[in-house]
């Protein structure tokens, strides 16, 4: 249920199994759906979001889908049948709840299909709405309107010769309007996949809140907020404290701020910090001469975390004040023209790792940043020197500014070799050949950075981490559970451990096999079986949901992962009860051969006859069913002719699925020498719709 960008084709083959089965199911259902309706809305979960959960549906992702993707990607030519859009999305969210394929940290059924519910209405005057269309779409239905047949490569590509000429009306307005969408940004044409983050472990809130209660600066924001007060205080005409209330706000606050001789507020370095920060987390505002607390502040006052939380948000508004210029003589590092997307990077680097970041690593990859970020051609090598420590020093004092906070810690200490040089002599010419050389440096690879100096900056890089102690930085809880809330309010994917303990069991299987590393999915698999009271009757959910998974990839995988969670030799012991399940022995069995706990001679024949059914059946669907299967099954040849009718001879469980195999070997195999090929197409699907 989640692809990586690249790997396109097992993506596709997915979608189109998923496609199969889900018109499938709508007929059996009654329920209405279209092909390539349903087509488009898994292409937009894996290209246009950040995670590329299929089986997760926010309402921000139904509003999209059909306010926006579908609008600008699916062209409806003219005297086309529209098909139903909102029919389709529910029936695909029914389905994938009731194929035990939907995301458990997702809202329910009713939830999402009240989201589309919502937004119906609008989704019917966004599919009319020229301005939204995506550019190919404005085109095709351009010529379409002038009669060009669109199926036809040759007279579209006249068309597409006659506009170049100018020799094409069309709507002028609306097509600057598409381009000034595609310009500004506010066309969805796909957004970049984020990586993958490892699921984390966080105290309760109310330890968190005892933490955030201890933090100075908590203190000294909420002082300054409760001394504004609803009467508020005099402030200058550019709103600065007066001398008089600067000093006794540092003595109320203990700011630690020097005001012996001082004769302005701006002078007053760790005061003018809270006075900014406190703006810019909406505690205080100026109005007409007087500084207030804002009126409905007062519950974020009475709760230490959320204004802890708030006060980390407002960090990324303090790029002025915390490394903006202090006069005309200066002028700001490279970090202040990127402070934000740095900040963001650097707290999303060190969110979820096993180990302290060394601050050369940190630093360094900073500086990669910055050479794709500025033209670093100019100027000599001094200069550049120069620019990177000036930047240096900026981020030092950002860093200054989250550890004061509370959201990072730092200590001394050897690297973990994780951060050492990465060996990727073996890795192949192509590799290291694509490698930018900023990569390669940064990285150390031998070999990649042909330039001397480049070689010798990355041997120093390498000295510095293991001569001695270095500073290495991580997050506190406090800082992981606030960058945890901004990934997901980005809609990327942030496990937290424990967050499944209400799961269903085919939900908790689930996300464990495709997001969870090993010990986490051990921690998590205890608290869910714990959270249950009865260990039997636990284990009992767990392996029901893998009978009554229907997709025998995925059965495979959540068994997997059920006996790689388990306390060492419980997953053996299960595993061999599971031998003698008519239902689930055909995964056991393929499970104890993988982990060489049964050899092909301790099998029966009965047995035999299982794993080369259940292999099959499996090869079906990574074949993507249909006409994949069929491809792949003409392939083998007689080999497969032979291997099929064993299967039939079996007696697997998944009678409809060995029935589907016989149907397709029928069709694949039942023809010697050529034979016709179909276009891959999930059944149901309209063939004159196109996505651009």
Known sequence: MRFDPEAEEEFETAYALLVDRLVRWAGEQS?????????????????????????????????????????QQVTELPGEERADAPGTLRTLLRYLHAAQLADPRGPSLQDSL??????????????????????????????????????????????????????????????????????????????????????????????????????????????????????????????????????????????????????????????????????????????????????????VLADPLQLWLRAFDACFELRQTLIGARSGWHVESMLFDVYEDVLEDVLNTLYSLPYPMPWPRLRDTVHLAYRTSFQLDAGSDLQHRMWFEHADRDLRAVLDLLDDL???????????????????????????????????????VAGAATDPAARERADARREELTAGPVELIRLTELGTRAVRQRLLAAGRDAP???????????????????????????????????????????????????????????AQAMLDVLLAALPDGEGEGLLRTLRRDTQLAPLALN?????????????????????????LLQLVELAGGGDGAEEALHAQGSQARDAVAAALDSAHPDRAGLDELRQLAARALGTHGARARKARRPSGKSGRKRRR
Request: glycine fraction near 8%; proline fraction near 5%.
């Open 31 to 71: 329920l209405p759906v279209d092909g390539f309706t349903a087509e488009a809305a898994l292409d937009y979960r894996h290209r246009a979001t950040a995670d590329g959960r299929l089986g997760m549906w926010e309402p921000r992702h139904v509003e999209e889908l059909l306010l926006c993707w579908l609008p």
């Open 114 to 299: 009240a989201a589309v519910d919502r937004v119906t209405e609008q989704h019917l005057a966004a599919m009319t709405d020229r301005t939204r269309w995506g550019l190919a779409k404005f085109w095709a239905v351009t010529a379409a309107e002038q009669g060009v047949d669109v199926q036809d490569g040759a007279a579209i590509q006249g068309f597409a010769d006659r506009a170049q000429r100018g020799e094409v009306a069309y709507d002028q307005q609306t097509l600057a309007a598409i381009m000034e969408r595609r310009q500004t940004g506010r066309a969805l044409s796909g957004v970049a996949r984020a990586e993958p983050q490892l699921p984390v472990m966080l105290p309760p809130d109310d330890a968190l809140c005892r933490r955030a209660e201890a933090s100075t600066t908590v203190a000294q924001l909420r002082g300054l907020a409760e001394w504004a007060g609803q009467g508020g205080r005099p402030v200058t005409a550019t709103g600065r404290l007066r001398m008089a209330e600067a000093r006794e706000l540092v003595d109320v606050l203990g700011t630690g701020d020097k005001i012996e001789g001082v004769r302005s507020s701006a002078d007053l370095p760790r005061l003018g910090l809270l006075m900014e920060w406190a703006k810019k987390a909406r505690l205080v505002r100026v109005v007409k001469g007087r500084l207030y607390a804002v009126a409905k502040v007062r519950p």
């Open 496 to 554: 937290l451990v424990g967050e499944l303990a209400q799961a269903p069991a085919a939900g908790l299987l689930g996300v464990l096999a495709e997001d969870y590393d090993p010990d986490a999915a051990r921690t998590e698999l205890a608290g869910w079986i714990m959270a249950r009271g009865e260990r039997e009757g636990a284990l009992r959910q767990l392996t029901d949901a893998v009978r009554t998974m229907t997709f025998r990839t995925r």
């Open 591 to 615: 499970a104890l051969a993988h982990r060489e706990l049964l050899s092909p001679g301790d099998m029966t024949d009965a047995e035999h006859l299982l794993v080369l059914a259940e292999n």
């Open 406 to 444: 509370g959201a990072i810690e730092r200590d001394r200490g050897m690297a973990d070799p994780v951060f050492l040089d990465i060996d990727l002599a073996d890795a192949g010419p192509e590799l290291l050949a694509d490698m930018p050389p900023e990569l390669a440096e940064l990285l150390g």
